[in-house]
């Protein structure tokens, strides 16, 4: 259900099915490292993960959870490089 205006909110993910996946317990440090690396919750990057090898297209609530981390990426990066500006030059 989408936020209305007068309730904030995250906005509707829309219909979405849900499932319980079991795996070897060692792969999940892996699966939320390359969830961090991406900036994206481990359930996206599972749905990402699971439709990139199914051949479907990666869910739209995914493409832009990974838009968000890119730029936020693309901020601290600029902000690092300003920063480096900013540093005092020693001779």
């Known amino acids: 259900m989408a936020p209305s ?12 099915a849900g499932r319980t996946v079991r795996y070897p317990e ?3 440090q892996v699966f939320e490292r390359l969830a961090d690396e991406a900036g994206i919750p481990v359930s996206s990057w599972l749905a990402l993960a699971v439709s ?8 739209d609530y995914v493409q832009d959870e990974l838009r968000r981390a ?14 480096m500006l900013d540093m005092p030059k020693s001779a």
């Open 26 to 28: 060692a792969y999940d």
């Open 5 to 16: 205006a007068n309730k904030p909110g995250r906005r509707s993910y829309g219909p979405r």
């Open 52 to 59: 990139k090898q199914a051949g479907l297209e990666v869910p």
């Open 70 to 83: 890119a730029q936020q990426r693309a901020i601290r990066e600029t902000e690092r490089e300003m920063d």
